[in-house]
């Protein structure tokens, strides 16, 4: 099995990464780096898999620009060709169900794009568009525009999800062949200055969990899968009750049989876990210390077992083995380092 991380790698982001790193994934988790691909365009961040795992899609962070490469038997990677784009930092991507087509949000454009994926993998020109819109929230600095930063597919694929963390809304996208129309409840509002962030979906598709990055929150949302419409439910804190500092919340990932939630904080440094009860209420259990600073992205790996810890502001990836009952994490003595790693996806293919 292969792994392949994104890095920041610009200056005026402070970073010191080279590129997408390539590892090969040891049966006990640890990481050895096989690859480093430096040879696209500035700060490769967010990555997608297709299903055949050939080829490998990224957006590149406060760029415009999203790349497509070719991924070879030995897990290295090999450039098929980047798109340009108006709009500035794309920050995340996602493939459709038919894997035709690569829906990107642009951070600081306001807008989701819909990029063609040609016969061959490579990308196509912008197919399509959809603005995010909305009173900006009262965070001065963070919440001047609408600034969508996730889409995501529901368990259907028929609906996208848009966090904007800019307007305090959570965007519902009827997605039809490439077409991106809004859906009968166009958004949710969520909670003053909130800032959503990134989303989930419970496995059954019920539910849908988002991160409010400038709260530290967890809001749930039940899920209307004919109509796309979001019904917040809760809200809860992604931190312990003793931590009286400041904090972004950021990532979030579900177990695939959805009785465990985890969420990343920055600032107090952590991965939060809740217990799920049978109608999908998240309960928190614990904070446990991430290894290192400003984890802005962490992963399950496929087999559940482990779960890493993207440090960005320490350069390290650090392994957690996973308890398969209670879903707590223990620190293993795994840690690799990587200049600025912001995003993970694996590849277990078989071809």
Not at 134 to 153: M, S, T, V, W, Y
Request: proline share 6%; hydrophobic share 35%; charged share 20%.
């Amino acid at each position: 099995m292969f792994a392949y991380v994104g890095s920041r790698t610009t200056r005026e982001r402070n970073a010191r990464g080279e590129g997408i790193s390539v590892f090969d994934v040891q049966s006990d988790g640890r990481l050895e780096q096989i690859q480093i691909f430096s040879g696209g365009p500035a700060n490769p961040s967010y990555l997608a898999l297709n299903r055949l795992g050939d080829r490998l899609y990224a957006t590149h962070g406060d760029q415009q620009e999203a790349s497509s490469f070719m991924v070879q038997a030995n897990g290295r990677l090999e450039l098929l060709n980047t798109v340009r784009f108006t709009g500035k930092n794309p920050v995340h991507l996602a493939l459709d169900a038919q894997e035709r087509w690569l829906v990107v949000s642009v951070h600081l454009a306001g807008k989701v794009i819909v990029l063609p994926i040609l016969a061959d993998g490579r990308l196509g020109e912008v197919h399509a568009s959809a603005r995010t819109f909305g009173d900006p929230g009262p965070h001065r600095i963070e919440q001047p525009f609408a600034k969508p930063h996730f889409n995501l597919f529901d368990p259907s694929g028929r609906f996208v999800i848009v966090p904007d963390k800019g307007v305090d809304r959570v965007f519902s996208f009827r997605f039809d062949d490439g077409e991106l129309r809004p859906a009968q409840q166009p958004y949710t509002q969520a909670r003053e200055g909130a800032g959503p962030r990134t989303a989930v979906f419970h496995p059954v598709g019920r539910h849908a969990y988002v991160v409010n990055e400038l709260d530290s929150t967890i809001t749930s949302y039940a899920f209307d899968d004919a109509s796309g419409m979001l019904t917040p439910t809760s809200i809860f804190s992604t931190l312990s009750s003793n931590f009286t500092g400041n904090n972004r919340a950021a990532g979030i990932q579900i177990n695939r049989d959805g009785t465990r939630l985890y969420a990343s904080n920055r600032g107090n440094d952590s991965i939060a876990l809740f217990q799920l009860d049978a109608s999908g209420v998240p309960h928190f259990l614990e904070t446990i210390p991430s290894g290192g600073r400003t984890p802005r992205f962490f992963t399950l790996s496929p087999d559940e077992k482990t779960l890493y810890a993207l440090n960005e502001g320490s350069d390290s990836i650090v392994a957690f083995s996973v308890d398969p009952d209670s879903g707590r994490l223990s620190l293993t003595n795994q840690v690799t380092s990587c200049g600025s790693p912001v995003c993970m996806v694996f590849n277990h293919s078989e071809r």
